[in-house]
C-alpha cells in the first residue's frame, strides 16, 4: 500500500487564502470631499466672525439715515497634490501565476489600500497636529473609572465649541484605545442600564453625549520605514476629536474642513516592453484641509 505522501501532491487552493486588510478609514467623515475641477483655487469666505455676530444699532430716528453696514469677503485658498504608487507585472510572472491569483486586480487593490492609508495618516496628523489650536490634555484618564468623568469633559468640549460657533458639534471621533475604555465606564453604563442586553455600541454613545454619530477610529499602521522592525501602531492614539461637520458641503455653510479631490480616484495603465512587464499605478490628488478650526475640540491622551 503506497503511503499518503506519495498518493497526493499539495497544490494551490483555489477556494482560500489569507490578507491582512485594515479597520474602515474614517478620516473623509471628518474632512468630507468636495469635488474640484482645478488643483488649485479660491474659495470664498463671507465677513469674520466678529463682524457677523456683531450687533449695530439699528435704530432709526424719522427723517434720518439708518446706519450703513457693509459686508466683505476674503478668500481661502487650497493646492491639491497628486499621491500615487506603482507596480509592474512582469509576462512571466502573469503566465505562471496559480489561481486564485489575479495579479492585475490584487496589484491595483494593494497600491490603492496604501495610498488610501496615507491619506488617512495625513488626515490624523492635520487633526491632533499643532493646527487644532482648541485642545485639551485629558489629567484623569478615563480608565480610572472611580476618578473620572468623560461626559463632563466631553461636555466641556461641547461648550467650548458652542461658545464659538453658537452650535453644538454633531461629530465624536474616538480612537480605538478610548473606545474600548469608555464603553466600559460605570457612568456610560450607568446611561444605558434600562437599554435591552445594557451592552454599549457608538450609536448608544452618540444618544448619550447628543451628537448626530460617534466614529471609531481604529485603523493601525507600520510605524517603521522599511528594512527596519515592523512596529504596528493606531493611527488616532489615544485620542478624541469633537467637530462640526457639514453634511452636505457648499456654499454658504462651515465646516471644520474639507477634503478638495481633482475627478475620480485613477489607475493608469502601460506597457514597458523592454520590461516584458506591465505597469499600473493608482492615483489620487486631493488637498485636505482646516478651513474653520473654531469648529473643533481636540482631547488628547484621554486614557493611559
Known sequence: M?????????????????????????????????????????????????????????????KTESKTVDWKVTTGTYQCEEHALNDLIDDREKNNADKPLNLEVDTVEFLTDIIELAQEKRIVDLLTGAGMTHNATIATK??????????????????DIHSRIFRYPNVLLLGVQVYDQLKHHPDILDRIKYVQKGVVTPELMASIFE????????????????????????????????AYVEKAPGIKKFSLGYTFKVGKNITRRARLEVKHSDWFEPSMIVDEKLVSVDCSYLMKACVA
Open 2 to 62: 503506497p503511503d499518503v505522501a506519495n498518493v497526493h501532491t499539495d497544490a494551490i487552493l483555489s477556494n482560500i487564502s489569507e490578507k491582512y486588510s485594515n479597520a474602515a478609514y474614517v478620516g473623509l467623515q471628518l474632512l468630507p470631499v468636495v469635488p474640484v475641477k482645478k488643483e488649485s483655487d479660491k474659495y470664498y469666505k463671507y465677513n469674520s466672525k466678529a463682524d457677523r455676530f456683531r450687533i449695530p444699532e439699528t435704530l432709526r430716528a424719522p
Open 142 to 159: 478615563w480608565n480610572v473609572y472611580e476618578d473620572s468623568d468623560p461626559i463632563s469633559d466631553i461636555e466641556t468640549g461641547k461648550q
Open 211 to 242: 451628537v448626530d454619530k460617534v466614529i471609531i477610529g481604529a485603523a493601525g499602521y507600520n510605524t517603521k520605514k522599511e528594512g527596519q522592525t515592523a512596529v504596528y501602531g493606531y493611527m488616532w492614539g489615544k485620542n478624541a476629536i469633537l
